[in-house]
């Protein structure tokens, strides 16, 4: 049962459009949703991050926007840069109980920004 | 610089030989955690540990020990690793997990590329 699903494999833009990259996730207990970056090679890097009482968390050029009633959640880059092209992994928190959390990764978006 | 390391970044073995991955970091971070990735497939957990001698199995545990006798580190031990073991496995470490500012941020290695013939 995947509970976090990005659906597109792939995204390329144009540099200085914006890009856009959705999550959609199906347990309504996730609390804490967050955004990381992958290049070739190298493990991947936190981006960016929203608690579920939230509905837009922005950074520089990075902004997250969370729509709890459609268990949805995308994040926007804009301007894109060509340095941006890397896979980008949705991750979403819950209690388990006590201490315990788990988080779950959807499958990655391969996003290529073109010169 | 606070990171991650895994060793070995790439190994090829054959089955039902024994290796361990280790994984040591150097944030004092209390959560530690392996993952796998596999084309198609993601990020899938396989093991996790909350603190020292705490440890919990993720979603695709099968074939795989891992113990956390000491803050830093967290090796992951294929007792006979078999080719559907082949993966890019990597560590990751959070200094706390809950809810707050900077919860749930991992910090990841720069994985290691294990391949099972």
């Known amino acids: 049962d995947q509970q976090v699903k990005q659906n597109s494999p792939s995204l390329s833009v144009q540099e200085g459009r914006i890009s856009i990259l959705n999550c959609d996730y199906t347990?309504?207990?996730?609390?804490?949703f967050l955004w990381y970056k992958k290049y070739p090679a190298e493990g991947p890097t936190f981006l960016i991050s929203?608690?579920?009482?939230?509905d837009k968390n922005e950074d520089g050029r990075f902004t997250v926007f969370l729509n709890k009633s459609a268990k949805h959640l995308s994040l926007h880059i804009v301007p894109s840069q060509p340095g941006d092209s890397a896979v980008y992994f949705c991750?979403?928190?819950?209690?388990?109980?006590?201490?315990?959390?788990?988080?779950?990764f959807g499958k990655g978006t391969l996003l290529t920004v073109n010169p | 610089e606070a990171q991650v390391t895994q060793n070995p970044r790439y190994l090829i073995t054959v089955t039902g030989k024994k290796l361990t991955v280790t994984c040591s970091q150097n944030?004092?971070?209390?959560?530690m955690s392996w993952y796998r990735q596999d084309p198609g497939l993601g990020l899938r957990q396989i093991y996790y540990?909350?603190?020292?001698?705490v440890t919990d199995k993720g979603d695709v545990p099968e074939g795989y020990k891992v113990s956390r006798k000491e803050k830093r580190n967290f090796p992951l031990i294929l007792e006979s690793p078999s080719p559907n073991q082949t993966s890019l496995y990597f560590c990751?470490?959070?200094?706390?997990w809950g809810v707050g500012s900077g919860a749930n941020v991992l910090t990841f290695g720069a994985g290691s590329r294990l391949t099972v013939l």
């Open positions: 990751a470490s959070s200094l706390f």
């Open positions: 929203i608690s579920s009482i939230k």
């Open positions: 347990n309504s207990m996730f609390d804490y």
């Open positions: 540990s909350m603190n020292v001698e």
């Open positions: 991750a979403a928190s819950v209690r388990l109980g006590g201490s315990n959390y788990k988080l779950t």
């Open positions: 944030m004092n971070h209390e959560y």
